[in-house]
C-alpha cells in the first residue's frame, strides 16, 4: 500500500476493525463506526510529527501481523469478526507483556479518537461549561443544552485540615489562608520572533541566552532582563494564546502542545507515559496549576547530602514568596472544587486523613477543567502570560520555533548558541548564532542532559543524565450514583498528605475529562460502552510516590533523547498502598463501585476488598503509570565529582554555563515542582546579575 500523509489504507482497515470490537455499536452511545473514529485519527496522523506517525504505523502492524504467527495463522484485519473480538480480548489479558502494552496503546488511540468526535461529545454530555458561570470556555463549534447552575453547599469548617504538608511548610499556612479570590487580571501582551521575521545566517548579540521559557527560563529572563541587562529566549515551541489555540477539542490541544504529541515515553517495565509541553510557556501552559514548595526534609538532605548551600526552608523562602505573589498563589475556591474534590474532601474526613483544598496560581478561575490543555480563560498563570510578558517589558527578545542545536563553547567557557529556525510544521528553514556571555540551560530534566551531551560539554562527575527522578503517579476510577457532572470544576483541586511523611505519597484530586480520560475506562466492547455512558460520574483519585527508583537520559546518534527507568520493589509496595488508599477513599466518599486498576482485581465495591488489595503484593510491570515531573539530571552539589553543577547552578567545568530547570534537584523533591524550579531559577538569576554587577528589581511589578 502507498503511504500517504497520515496512515496507510491497510493501517485504517485494520484499526477499523479493532475499532469495531472496542467501541460497537448498539449499547446507547454512537460507536466507533458511526461517528468515524479511524478517520478522525487519520486526520489528526497527518499533523504528528513524522517520528510519531512512524511509531503508530509500527504498532498497528504488529498488530495486524501477530495473528500470522498464532494457529490463526491470519492477519487481524482477515479474521472473522468473532475471531477479532476473541484475539483482542485475549490480547488485553495476556501474560506477554509486549502483546497487553500493544493492545493497550492502540485500544487508547481508538477511545481517543472517538472521543473527538462531536457526536461522541454530545452523548457523553461534554459541553464546555465551566463551574463558575455554567458557560462555555474553549469550545469553537456552537453547544446546545440549557445551562444547569448546581447549588453549591456552603464551605465546611474543615475544609482544610493540617498535616504533615503542612508541618512540612510544603503547604504554607498564610497562603492557605488567604482566601481572598480578585477578578481578572489583565494579561500583558506578548510578541515573539519567528522564522520569517528572522532570517538564515543572522548573527545576535546579547548579555544572557536562555534555552527554554518553561518555568525556569520565564523566571531567569524577567529576572535578569529587569536587572539591566540584555537577554535573548530561545524556545523550540510555538507561541499558543487562549484566544486562537486554546479551544477544540482537548485531546487535539493534549497533541498539538506536548513534545512527541503527546507520547513521549520513559521505557522500562512499565513504560510509563511523560508528557512534556513544547510550547512558548513550556509545560507550564500545560500542567494543571499546582503549587507546592520543597518540604523541609528534602531541602535538609540536599543541604546535608549534597553540599547544597544557602537553600534551606527559611533561606528558600525569600525567593518563593515574590513569586507565589506574583502569580496570585492561592487556594481553591470551595465553589470552585468540582464533584471530584468534593468527594475526596467526603472521604478523607471520613476516614480522619489530613488534607484540603491545593494551592495554585489563579486568578479569575472559572472551574472550567481545562487547565492541562491551555486555560481557555487565562485564569491560570502560565509562563506565556506571567513572566514572560514582563521578561518582554523589561527588554527581553523571544524568539519561537527556535531549536539549540548545540552550545558553542572554548577554553573552558560558553560562548552562544547555535539556533535551527523553525516553520509551523517543525521543519528547518535556517540557522542563527546568538552570542552570548552567559548561557542559562533550562530545556528541562530530559532535554537540558541531552543538550550539554551533545555539545561536548565536559562533566568530571560523570552525571549528566543520571539520577534521573519522575514522580510515578497513577489513578483510581470510581462511580458515583447521581445526577453529577465530574469535569465541572477545578482540574487538580484537593490533596490528602496522611502518607506524605510515613510512605512519601501526595494524592491530589483530579478531574478526567473524556476527551484525554476515556481511553482510561477499563474492558472493551459493551462493558466499556456502559462505563462511557456514565463517565459524567466517573470520580478519580490520583496520586504519586516520592521515588527512590531512578533513571538515565541518554542522547541517540541523531540527537533525539531517551529515557529509561526503573521502578524498584519499595515505590512498587508505595504505589500498591496508594491504589487501596485511594479505594478506600472513593468508597468512604460515597463511589458504587472502583475500578483500581490491578490484574486481578478489576472491580471492588466493599471495604473488605480494600483489605484484600492492601495485602496483594503488585508488581511493577503490572502497574499502570505515568509521570510528569522528571528532575535530578543534572544535580547541583558542593562536590564536582559527584554533581554537574554548584549550589547557584553554575556548571562546575564551565563558569559562564548555567543550568536553572528541575534537571539541577539532587533527588526527588517529593511534590509538584514548579515552585521550586522558579525559587531555584530566580536563585540563580540573581547570582549572574550579581556576576555582571547588575542589580535586580527589589519588587515585582505586577501584572
Not at 204 to 228: C, K, N, P, Q, W
Request: charged residues 20%.
Amino acid at each position: 500500500m502507498v503511504a500517504r500523509d497520515g496512515l496507510s489504507e491497510r493501517d485504517i482497515r485494520c484499526l477499523e476493525c479493532l475499532a469495531r470490537v472496542l467501541l460497537p455499536e448498539g449499547h446507547g452511545l454512537p460507536g466507533a463506526g458511526a461517528v468515524d473514529a479511524i478517520g478522525l485519527l487519520d486526520e489528526q496522523a497527518r499533523s504528528w510529527d513524522p517520528t510519531v506517525r512512524k511509531r503508530v504505523r509500527w504498532l498497528v502492524r504488529v498488530w495486524e501481523l501477530a495473528p500470522v504467527a498464532s494457529p490463526r495463522l491470519r492477519p487481524f484485519s482477515a479474521l472473522s469478526p468473532v475471531a477479532q473480538r476473541d484475539w483482542t480480548e485475549a490480547s488485553y489479558r495476556s501474560r506477554r507483556t509486549w502483546r497487553r502494552l500493544v493492545a493497550s496503546a492502540l485500544k487508547q488511540l481508538v477511545f481517543l479518537a472517538w472521543a473527538l468526535a462531536p457526536e461522541a461529545e454530545d452523548a457523553l454530555g461534554y459541553d464546555y461549561r465551566c463551574r463558575r458561570d455554567d458557560e462555555p470556555h474553549g469550545s469553537r463549534r456552537p453547544l446546545i443544552g440549557v445551562p444547569r447552575l448546581d447549588p453549591l453547599p456552603s464551605e465546611p469548617d474543615d475544609y482544610h485540615r493540617t498535616g504533615p504538608a503542612v508541618v512540612m511548610n510544603a503547604v504554607p499556612l498564610p497562603l492557605m489562608q488567604n482566601r481572598t479570590f480578585d477578578g481578572a487580571r489583565q494579561a500583558l501582551p506578548l510578541e515573539t520572533i519567528s522564522w520569517p521575521s528572522i532570517g538564515d545566517g543572522a548573527r545576535v548579540t546579547t548579555d544572557v541566552v536562555v534555552i527554554g521559557s518553561g518555568a525556569g527560563g520565564a523566571v531567569v529572563a524577567a529576572t535578569l532582563a529587569e536587572a539591566g541587562l540584555d537577554v535573548v529566549v530561545v524556545e523550540e515551541g510555538e507561541h499558543v494564546t487562549a484566544e486562537r489555540d486554546f479551544v477544540g477539542p482537548v485531546f487535539e490541544r493534549f497533541q498539538r502542545f506536548c513534545r512527541d504529541n503527546g507520547t513521549t515515553q520513559v521505557l522500562g517495565v512499565p513504560p510509563i507515559p511523560l508528557p512534556l509541553g513544547k510550547v512558548v510557556g513550556g509545560t507550564t501552559v500545560v500542567n494543571s496549576g499546582t503549587c507546592f514548595r520543597a518540604p523541609d526534609r528534602v531541602l535538609d538532605r540536599w543541604s546535608l547530602e549534597h553540599g547544597v548551600r544557602d537553600a534551606r526552608p527559611d533561606e528558600l523562602a525569600a525567593y518563593y514568596e515574590p513569586i507565589e505573589e506574583f502569580l496570585h498563589v492561592r487556594p481553591v475556591p470551595w465553589e470552585l472544587l468540582g464533584p471530584n474534590g468534593m468527594a475526596a474532601h467526603r472521604g478523607a474526613v471520613a476516614l480522619g486523613y489530613s488534607g484540603g483544598p491545593l494551592l495554585r496560581n489563579i486568578a479569575d478561575c472559572h472551574g472550567c477543567g481545562q487547565c492541562a490543555f491551555g486555560c481557555p480563560t487565562d485564569a491560570k498563570q502560565a509562563m506565556h502570560i506571567s513572566y514572560l510578558p514582563r521578561a518582554q517589558r523589561a527588554g527581553a527578545r523571544i524568539y519561537s520555533r527556535a531549536r539549540v542545536r548545540r552550545i558553542e563553547h572554548g577554553d573552558g567557557c560558553a560562548t552562544g548558541v547555535k539556533v535551527e529556525l523553525l516553520d509551523d510544521r517543525s521543519q528547518v528553514r535556517g540557522e542563527i548564532d546568538v552570542l552570548a556571555g552567559d548561557v542559562v540551560v533550562c530545556a528541562g530534566a530530559v532535554h537540558t542532559p541531552v543538550l550539554l551531551h551533545g555539545s561536548g560539554v565536559p562533566d568530571p562527575s560523570r552525571a549528566t543524565g543520571r539520577h534521573l527522578r519522575i514522580h510515578p503517579a497513577t489513578g483510581v476510577g470510581g462511580w458515583l450514583e447521581g445526577d453529577y457532572v465530574s469535569w465541572k470544576g477545578t482540574l487538580q483541586s484537593y490533596y490528602i498528605d496522611a502518607f506524605f511523611e510515613s510512605h512519601e505519597l501526595m494524592f491530589e484530586a483530579t478531574t478526567t475529562v473524556p476527551g484525554v480520560g476515556a481511553g482510561s475506562i477499563p474492558g472493551m466492547g459493551e462493558r466499556a460502552m456502559k462505563d462511557l455512558g456514565a463517565f459524567s460520574n466517573l470520580l478519580t483519585l490520583g496520586f504519586y510516590v516520592s521515588d527512590t527508583s531512578s533513571g538515565r537520559v541518554r542522547r541517540l546518534p541523531n540527537g533525539d533523547a531517551v529515557a529509561t527507568y526503573r521502578l524498584n520493589a519499595l515505590d512498587a509496595r508505595r504505589m500498591s498502598l496508594g491504589i487501596a488508599v485511594a479505594a478506600e477513599v472513593l468508597l468512604e466518599a460515597g463511589a458504587s463501585r472502583v475500578h483500581p486498576g490491578v490484574p486481578g482485581l478489576d472491580t471492588i465495591s466493599a471495604r473488605a476488598d480494600v483489605e484484600q488489595l492492601r495485602e496483594r503484593s503488585v508488581k511493577p510491570a503490572h502497574l499502570r503509570l505515568t509521570a510528569f515531573h522528571p528532575m535530578g539530571t543534572a544535580r547541583m552539589g558542593s562536590d564536582p565529582d559527584r554533581s554537574v553543577v554548584d549550589s547557584w547552578g553554575r556548571h562546575h567545568a564551565m563558569s559562564n554555563l548555567w543550568v536553572a530547570d528541575a534537571s539541577v534537584f539532587p533527588s526527588c523533591v517529593g511534590v509538584n515542582p514548579q515552585m521550586t524550579i522558579m525559587a531555584f531559577a530566580k536563585r540563580t538569576a540573581e547570582t549572574i546579575a550579581a556576576a555582571r554587577g547588575a542589580t535586580p528589581a527589589s519588587s515585582p511589578p505586577h501584572v
